[in-house]
């Protein structure tokens, strides 16, 4: 009996040890990490649906109709309160019907909203049209009451259903469709269907040049260093990350303290020098400035692992340090421009911090410091909808600039995607190429690391904001940030909202705020150069220890001037410079010598 249980013993132990080595060798053959892994075969999944939905998390999207769902189940007064509504504008729409069928009877039961202009031909007026695109405003309205204001859903939540609700919608206006579109009926009428004819042939050169990864038509007329980035400069400093441009002088002296400009990288830098009656680098120059340009490198999969702070330090710094070498002596007034101007912010705040005081003023540029309302890009900085780009990112190296460009084209989808399709498809219209327009179409890439950090500490945990973010593993604070401080919001930004932008007034803690809210949206309202037709602007200045104003009552009491802002900023910057000295040739310092004419090399990267 005892050899028995001994003889049963040793056989489980034999089996359990067999069963270890078998364990271990799956384990060596099926690592944890590595291709075979169960977490690399959930990214391989997630990065090829990712690319099938636009970059766009289905997981996410179904959370949010599921809570939606449950919690208007759960609100039986809502439910009646949409009945009804749903009753009221059937009355309304049968109420116009009639209307519409009297001789002479004009009007409408609900107006579009003003920045709306799909119904803006006269033919929508007409009857069976008018009753088609009222019901239609109906709709859209009954569906914006039945996603919003509903208990237990955040203000997040509200905003992403309406969101998402706008969109279908929007994807089934009559507008789109040709028989429901009196203008497009009209057109073809008046043309004999050449307009569909044409059409059709823009439609076959757009997927041809789409497949063949070519540009638009037109963007040939706008070559940067031909037709726009055309001020004279030199690179004088160069790394992996950047080139740094110095620009040639106009006048014989310039203000003592250079301008650094800090673009985003997520553009090409040359918006802010397009053509010449419209760039701002030029019109610095020629007001007396010694400016400079950091422009990026188009990064590629191989920089997959560059991140925030090496922005930072081959970026910003890279460029402050080689701009005190060709100054010496001199402050430095500082501009950043969308996420340049968060960027600048770090280097301005973690400098603060380390007792460097090279900078002089900081200028923004539609940028923010504090992201916890910055408007309908947070759709798509929840944790479902990060984890899932991330993963596309980590297949790619890089988030492509055509996914990025599918964003932001999403959150004005009227005016970029269907209004296009209208009148370059149905209508049979040729797109009229400018420069700002050709400049939009120049793509680039970001980094895989550093574009999950910005989306992660910024979007979605606003560290910057909360004084939780970390540089050299130490956090930094924008309230260390004691420079004069001049800050541009746009008042059609739908990627930095102005209100969000306005929120450095709650953070910094600056001698001076001088902040502008001009016309236009992001890109528009900061190219608003002196003589620019139907251009305006508010502009006030808070000094230290003065009362906070919130946004809306300084939009009320801040008075509207015609014009452009930039001659206000050239005024302010020579505000606080300290005079005037000679004005500085790109290239005398043995160690800056040209590298070759701006615009450089990296802007060409494609």
Known sequence: MVNKTQQKKAEEASLAYDADKIRAAMQQSFPDTGLFSVTAL???????????????????????YCTWAAHLSMSPG???????????????????????????????????????RRFSHPGWQQWPFSQIYQNFLLTQQWWHNATTDIDGLSKAEENGLSF??????????????????????????????ANLINGFQNFLEDMQRQLSDKPPVGV???????????????????????????????TETVQAEPILIVPAWIMKYYILD?????????????????????????????????????????????????ISDICPKQKIHTAGYCLGGTLL???????????DD????????????????????????DESQISYLEKMMWDQGVLDGSQMAGAFQILRSNDLIWSRMVHHYLLGEKDHMNDLMAWNSDLTRMPYKMHSHYLRSMFLNNELASGRYLVNDKPIAISDIHVPIFSVGTEQDHVAPWHSVYKLHLIADSEEITFVLTSGGHNAGIVSEPGHKHRHYRISAKKDQERYIDPDNWLVNTPIKEGSWWTEWHQWLVANSSGEVDAREPGKQAKYKPLCDAPGTYVHQV
């Open 42 to 64: 959930d990214n391989v999944f997630k990065a090829g649906m990712a690319r099938m939905t636009g970059g766009i998390s289905p997981a996410g999207l179904v959370s949010l």
């Open 220 to 250: 040939e007329n706008f070559i940067p260093g031909k037709q726009v980035a055309i001020t004279p400069g030199k690179v004088v400093y160069r790394n992996h990350l950047m080139e740094l441009i110095q620009y040639s002088p106009t």
């Open 78 to 116: 809502k439910q009646v309160r949409l009945n009804e509504k749903a009753l009221r504008k059937s009355y309304k729409s049968f109420c116009h019907m009639l209307a519409s069928a009297s001789p002479g009877e004009e009007g409408t039961c609900i107006e579009p909203l003003p920045q709306d």
């Open 358 to 381: 090279r900078l002089k003023t900081m200028t923004h540029f539609a940028a923010q410091v504090d992201f916890s309302e910055a408007g309908e890009l947070m759709l798509f900085t």
């Open 345 to 355: 912010s770090i280097t301005a705040a973690t400098m603060a911090r380390e007792g």
């Open 164 to 193: 998402i609700a706008r969109q279908m919608l929007d994807h089934y206006s009559p507008s789109n469709i040709p028989w429901l579109n009196p203008e497009v009926l009209q057109t073809t009428a008046d043309q004999g269907g």
């Open 274 to 322: 397009l053509s010449p009656h419209n760039s701002m680098v030029k019109y610095l120059v020629d007001n007396g400035h010694t400016v400079f340009m950091i422009s990026w490198l188009n990064p590629t999969p191989k920089d997959r692992g560059l991140d925030m702070d090496d922005y930072r330090q081959l970026g910003v710094m890279a460029a402050i340090d080689a």
